[in-house]
């Protein structure tokens, strides 16, 4: 954990304009798109789609113009959590696989079982993951916070009649968007302080449960203790601008839908499709 | 119209009033706050100048007691729920944590945010937006992301949100209480330059049919005294009241009380009065450097 | 001469190196700091000084550019060490509640001596000496919830808490940045009582220039993450061409000397503080 840099690497939430296509769409748009993708990644549990999904989501991110690289670094801190998920699947999961399909037993040796089955969820579960990961922060890099708070209110706009307050929880994802970054730098800066006092850098053994907990609330407590001062000080901010919820409000920018954006939401719903096709048909 | 914008009468605050330690942040404070002056309200840290800012946009609302305490902007009561919009459009306050108002991920939406608030249609949102921009210089940085703004530039984007409102009062509370030195001389010309509001502004003298001064009345809370030599009046607070009243340079007549209320005279002041220690003839009053260096070169005889 | 407790050559330092966010923080920066001395480290915003004082400590490291010597350590070396060093040089942040995470004040001022394994006794010994310097009575805040206190009191935890640990080099960034005059002369007092009693050497970053020239006796000016100008406070501030150039502010006093000298008057110059620069103008008017 030497390295403090790492934290400023967030870059889910990073708003980076290259004027791409994907950043032309129509916000609405790009969340119905979203979902779609989820949902066909729900979907998807073998090789053909999974994959097929991964790559169609790389395709995206090129277009977009983004760098494909640093969104897969920021994956970094959570490896670990990924590669405990894959030892523990890799070496008990043997058993029968949902959608069935071949499943060859590797090794059999008292409570390891290692199968193919077992291989391809591995591979699959990854495959969701990145997928899932890469659209996220695909839709937060090519959107602007205000972009994503008025799709998402348009999307929620029908729910209006059942009293769903659509605006004010995309006012929420937003605000919550915009100041990640600044909690990393937060949990940054909290992590320096500590460490010149001498609270040990080094990893405790992942066994020391009670160690570690300790270590986690000598990180979060601060930094609650910040977002929350923050937070106090913003709603003091948005009432004297006379923020009052979504009635009666203004927007500066509004967007038409264009040929493009129905395209893309057409798009989205034939990927969920044929996502549900080649999971129920024969190919691996 | 009236010429008094804001008239406090009475105020008194209490936080955590229901608590077993409440806190008394202001005990009756009496002010009328005219069109177009330039108020700086100083104290120490805790004597209640912060409180009083937010009481002024109904942001904080008078604790009720016997005594009574009531908050006018334009004649409406901050009490009022249904008067709090139209009185924070009127008295627009930035905060000293420029990252803790910023909302949106492009400075031109943020600018735009007060106003969309208020249901201002969007040609004139537009016109005011980019008038806002022009006006604190941020123009050219209309689409960046505001995390990549330097730390004065969000300070003036936190005016521009402020001034998008049309606003007929510019409340700072300690808003360059964080800056570096040369951004705090940005802003402070910047609030200068919209209190005289000159030719760049013509379009905040549409908005007020009156005949007093046409630029924004500013109300700056700051405890850097440089800040309050340009003033108008200046107001000390200590323990929640008003202890001391006047123009500059009444106040820092008194360097000796102002160092008992935890403040400080300016620099240039602060060597006047030392000079007079030792017996200079030098006037009183001396506040800013150029005032002291005339009068020293006056006093000596030199000519430059 | 006395010792040099931190000697720092060219140091470079990049954030993110290798990726579109990279950013070069340091250019070749030099410091100097004498034991003994008040040091102040000076520079626009984005001139590199916290990422430099953070070097300090250890929190980062040299990598192949530059050196930085510590109390004689070298800080890149893979064998110094970090908890002896960190306990040496204290490093006061500029936001107090970034510092604090223990539930009670006492412990948390606590945490650095229990860290070194000191004895139960000592502990406490230094926790009330800590705490009394920093002007929190022990009695009536040792008990306290951490979070409960008020600004000014979490900035004096979190200040006592670095102080417990007994530094030799305490090193403040920014830590005036905000303060009302009343609490920044306190901070000022306590500074020169840390080095005349407990013979601490500190070094502050500082935005305030009126500060620098009242406190410090030799100040280093950074711009653009190279070291600009270095040496005893009034010869810095003398070369006032060269400060503008490089973003800084004079002292007002000092650009009062300077005007009055442009006009004619004969007064010494080199005065940077209202008082030297009252004395100076006062020994100019007499005749």
Same mark, same amino acid.
């Given at each position: ?284 | ?304 | ?51 430099? =004082? $953070?070097? &300090?400590?250890?929190? *980062? !490291?040299?990598? /192949? ?8 350590? @070298? ?111 306190? =901070? $000022?007092? &306590?500074?020169?009582? *840390? !080095?005349?009693? /407990? ?8 935005? @305030? ?79």
């Amino acid at each position: 954990m030497a390295s403090y840099d790492a934290l400023r690497h967030l870059t889910i939430g990073q708003y980076i304009p290259t004027g791409s296509l994907i950043h032309r769409l129509d916000p609405r748009a790009k969340l119905v798109a979203l979902a779609c993708l989820i949902a066909a990644g729900v979907v998807a549990g073998k090789y053909s789609n999974a994959l097929l999904l991964l790559l169609l989501t790389i395709m995206l991110v090129k277009l977009s113009r983004l760098s494909l690289r640093s969104m897969l670094a920021s994956l970094a801190p959570v490896m670990p959590v990924l590669l405990i998920m894959a030892s523990l699947q890799l070496l008990f999961y043997g058993g029968v696989t949902r959608s069935g399909g071949p499943n060859r037993l590797l090794v059999d040796w008292g409570p390891l079982h290692i199968s193919t089955a077992s291989v391809r969820v591995i591979i699959v579960t990854w495959a969701r993951f990145a997928t899932l990961f890469l659209l996220i922060t695909l839709l937060t890099s090519t959107t602007t916070a205000s972009a994503l708070t008025r799709g998402l209110e348009g999307v929620l706009r029908p729910l209006n009649i059942i009293r769903v307050p659509g605006h004010e929880i995309a006012m929420v994802g937003a605000i919550a968007l915009r100041f990640l970054p600044i909690l990393g730098e937060q949990l940054e800066a909290i992590l320096q302080a500590q460490a010149s006092r001498g609270v040990s850098e080094t990893r405790q053994s992942r066994w020391r449960f009670l160690a570690n907990t300790r270590r986690m609330a000598q990180m979060v407590v601060p930094l609650f203790v910040d977002a929350y001062h923050r937070a106090e000080e913003l709603i003091l901010a948005m009432q004297a601008r006379c923020y009052h919820g979504g009635r009666g409000r203004t927007y500066l920018v509004v967007s038409t839908p264009r040929v493009s954006d129905y395209l893309t939401v057409l798009v989205g719903v034939s990927l969920v499709a044929l996502a549900g096709v080649l999971q129920y048909s024969i190919l691996p | 119209m009236s010429s008094t914008l804001i008239h406090v009468a009475r105020l008194h605050y209490t936080y955590d009033l229901n608590t077993d330690a409440p806190i008394e942040a202001l005990r009756g404070i009496d002010l009328q706050i005219k069109r177009g002056e330039y108020l700086a309200i100083v104290g120490h840290n805790g004597s209640g100048k912060s409180t009083l800012a937010k009481c002024l946009n109904g942001l904080l609302l008078p604790t009720p007691d016997q005594v009574g305490g009531d908050v006018w902007v334009e004649g409406r009561n901050t009490a009022q729920p249904e008067a709090l919009l139209d009185i924070r459009a009127t008295v627009g306050m930035v905060f000293q944590n420029a990252d803790n108002q910023i909302i949106a991920s492009v400075v031109e939406e943020e600018v735009a945010f007060g106003p969309e608030n208020l249901g201002v249609p969007r040609e004139e949102l537009r016109q005011r937006v980019d008038q806002a921009l022009r006006d604190t210089g941020l123009w050219e940085l209309r689409e960046r992301n505001p995390r990549t703004l330097s730390a004065g530039q969000k300070a003036r984007l936190a005016i521009a949100s402020i001034l998008a409102m049309r606003p007929a009062c510019l409340v700072l509370d300690e808003s360059t209480a964080m800056l570096d030195p040369l951004s705090r001389r940005e802003i402070l010309a910047l609030v200068r330059q919209l209190h005289e509001g000159r030719q760049v502004l013509p379009h905040y003298m549409i908005n007020e049919q009156q005949n007093l001064s046409s630029g924004l009345t500013i109300v700056m809370i700051t405890h850097h005294m440089d800040e309050v030599l340009g003033a108008d009046r200046v107001l000390v607070l200590e323990q929640g009241r008003i202890v001391l009243e006047g123009t500059p340079r009444e106040v820092f007549a008194q360097p000796e009380r102002l160092k008992a209320l935890g403040l400080a005279l300016p620099p240039a002041a602060a060597i006047a009065w030392r000079l007079r220690q030792c017996g200079a003839p030098l006037q009183e009053n001396i506040l800013t450097s150029e005032e002291l260096i005339q009068a020293v070169t006056a006093s000596v005889g030199v000519r430059p | 001469m006395s010792e040099e407790i931190v000697s720092v050559q060219g140091l470079h330092h990049t954030y993110l190196p290798g990726t579109p966010l990279a950013t070069i923080a340091l250019r070749g920066t030099d410091l100097l700091v004498r034991r003994g001395e008040i040091a102040a480290l000076i520079g626009p915003s984005g001139a590199g000084k916290s990422t430099l =004082v $953070h070097f &300090l400590n250890g929190l *980062l !490291r040299p990598g /192949a550019r530059g050196q930085v010597i510590v109390f004689g350590q @070298d800080t890149g070396a893979p064998e110094c060490d970090l908890a002896a060093l960190r306990q040496r040089v204290g490093l006061v942040f500029q936001y107090p509640h970034q510092q604090l995470f223990e539930r009670y004040v006492g412990d948390d001022v606590a945490y650095g001596p229990r860290q070194l394994g000191l004895a139960r006794e000592e502990v406490r010994e230094r926790v009330r000496w800590a705490m009394d310097v920093a002007g929190l009575d022990f009695e009536s805040f040792v008990d306290r919830h951490t979070f409960s206190l008020s600004g000014g009191e979490m900035r004096r935890a979190a200040l006592a808490g670095v102080l417990a640990m007994r530094p030799e080099l305490l090193v403040l960034d920014e830590a005036t940045t905000g303060l009302d005059p009343r609490g920044r002369s306190e =901070v $000022h007092a &306590l500074l020169h009582h *840390l !080095r005349e009693e /407990a013979g601490m050497t500190i070094l502050i970053v500082s935005n @305030d220039m009126d500060e620098v020239a009242e406190q410090a006796d030799q100040v280093t000016v950074l711009h653009e993450g190279r070291t600009a100008l270095a040496g005893e406070v009034h010869k810095v501030f003398a070369q006032r061409e060269l400060l503008h150039r490089y973003g800084v502010v004079c002292p007002v006093a000092a650009d009062i000397i300077y005007d009055l000298g442009e006009r004619g008057l004969p007064v010494a110059s080199g005065a940077i503080t209202v008082a030297e620069a009252g004395e100076a103008i006062w020994q100019a008017m007499m005749p």
